[in-house]
Antibody, heavy 119, light 108 residues
Framework: EVQLVESGGGLVQPGGSLRLSCAASGFTVSSNYMSWVRQAPGKGLEWVSVIYSGGSTYYADSVKGRFTISRDNSKNTLYLQMNSLRAEDTAVYYC?????????????WGQGTLVTVSS | SSELTQDPAVSVALGQTVRITCQGDSLRSYYASWYQQKPGQAPVLVIYGKNNRPSGIPDRFSGSSSGNTASLTITGAQAEDEADYYCNSRDSSGNHGVFGGGTKLTVL
């Protein structure tokens, strides 16, 4: 059974850092495209970042230069290192697996972890 | 353009058919995928590709695409279909994801 479990969220002050984790089971993270998606309170979904199986990484303009996506193959875990956090980064952060079959789509999602940036 | 545009809200009478649309230039190159999200829950994939449903998604959900517009159709809407629906695709670069703003579906 495929499962994604996020952790690492919490309250952090503006300018601070936080690292989110996404532990996967039922498939190999390094063999798949993995994404982070966030949702601010009462708002819609926002794509944040993706890491390809080959290691290439891409970011939304809103987080580029501040966030870093990575993975630990030995732990089968995806990460999102978030630096220089701002109030507008407050959101539930979801990790998701991206798959391709007649188009790209996010087929498995974690339950999300809440990040609150506030003083 | 890297934007996908959805109507903010749509309503449908119980048992009737409703179409939710998503517009964007990138849809001329990439299929949209569709996600259902209920309050307090993670999004769930309901349609991907040309018109594919994951296992467990009722066949009243279907998808279509024409030009720069993708559509999600629910034929015979049920009370449990009341939710927010989001479209998603790649942007014109092919390396960034993009979501529509979401459509809140109310079943009357």
């Amino acid at each position: 059974e495929v499962q994604l479990v996020e952790s690492g969220g919490g309250l952090v002050q503006p300018g601070g850092s936080l690292r989110l984790s996404c532990a996967a089971s039922g498939f190999t993270v390094s063999s798949n495209y993995m994404s982070w998606v966030r949702q601010a309170p009462g708002k819609g979904l926002e794509w944040v970042s993706v890491i390809y199986s080959g290691g290439s990484t891409y970011y939304a303009d809103s987080v580029k230069g501040r966030f870093t996506i990575s993975r630990d193959n030995s732990k089968n875990t995806l990460y999102l290192q978030m630096n220089s956090l701002r109030a507008e980064d407050t959101a539930v952060y979801y990790c998701a697996r991206e798959w391709y079959s007649s188009g790209w789509y996010l087929d498995y999602w974690g339950q999300g972890t809440l990040v609150t940036v506030s003083s | 353009s890297s934007e996908l545009t959805q109507d903010p809200a749509v309503s449908v009478a119980l048992g009737q058919t409703v179409r939710i649309t998503c517009q964007g230039d990138s849809l001329r190159s990439y299929y949209a995928s569709w996600y259902q999200q209920k309050p307090g829950q993670a999004p769930v994939l309901v349609i991907y590709g040309k018109n594919n449903r994951p296992s467990g998604i009722p066949d009243r959900f279907s998808g279509s695409s024409s030009g720069n517009t993708a559509s999600l159709t629910i034929t015979g809407a049920q009370a449990e279909d009341e939710a927010d629906y989001y479209c998603n695709s790649r942007d014109s670069s092919g390396n960034h994801g993009v979501f529509g703003g979401g459509t809140k579906l109310t079943v009357l």
